[in-house]
């Protein structure tokens, strides 16, 4: 168990759709990541935050955005949902030594 | 963008035999971390090295942080079956305090035949 909860585990919804998924980074974590993984695909950054502000981006769509709240927890919008779209989503947080720790994972499909 | 060059991409062991799996970056890095993915799960950290030449026993893994900080290898000895799994290679290309991204390797898929 790493500490960080992922929210919810799986979810299927249709295109054209809006969804948000939820992380609670390990306790005393100040930084928070979201990473996709499609199938059989390596982990791509897409976004992270430190301390409630926004520090990296990566590759993500305009159609996605994130936030994180005071109390550290993240969440992740998708919206106007795409089959592309359909992927594991990754949270991960960490104490700025560099070392990250994932969460399980939020599987979403796109149908 | 940053890439991580991981090799091999996948490996069919025996049981019993050491694996060895490498990672190159044609930018240096400041630290060196390897991951396990099981199916469904998350990945999770192995071994983390923050030194050039650097090397780091986990058990039955080793890894090594190479001196030119533009490599890495990631020893198993004596595999397992719950070796089995996808093996990530993983570090910051940048390291600005509180922006820390991880670009992650493609993977090394270990399968392991008892």
């Known amino acids: 168990d790493s500490g960080v909860t992922q929210t919810p585990k799986h979810l299927i919804t249709a295109t054209g759709q809006r969804v948000t998924l939820r992380c609670s980074p390990r306790s005393g974590d100040l930084s928070v990541y979201w990473y996709q993984q499609s199938l059989d695909q390596g982990l791509q950054f897409l976004i992270q935050y430190y301390n409630g502000e926004e520090r990296a981006k990566g590759n993500i769509l305009e159609r996605f955005s994130a936030q994180q709240f005071p109390d550290l927890h993240s969440e992740l919008n998708l919206s106007s949902l795409e089959l592309g779209d359909s992927a594991l989503y990754f949270c991960?947080?960490?104490?700025?030594?560099?070392?990250?720790?994932f969460g399980e994972g939020s599987r979403l499909t796109v149908l | 963008g940053q890439q991580l060059n991981q090799s091999p991409q996948s490996m069919f062991i025996q049981e019993g035999e050491d694996v060895s799996m490498n990672c190159t970056s044609s930018?240096?890095?400041?630290?060196w971390l390897w991951y396990k993915q099981d199916p469904g799960e998350g990945p999770v950290l192995l071994i983390a090295l923050y030194k050039a030449g650097e090397l780091t026993s986990n058990g039955r893994l080793t890894a090594q942080f190479g001196i030119t900080r533009k490599d890495s290898f990631l020893n198993i000895s004596a595999s397992i079956p719950s070796d089995v799994g996808i093996y990530f290679c993983a570090g910051p290309p940048r390291q600005i305090q509180g922006a820390q991204k991880l670009v992650f390797g493609q993977g090394t898929r270990l399968t392991i035949n008892p």
């Open positions: 991960a947080s960490s104490q700025n030594t560099g070392e990250l720790f």
């Open positions: 930018s240096i890095f400041n630290t």
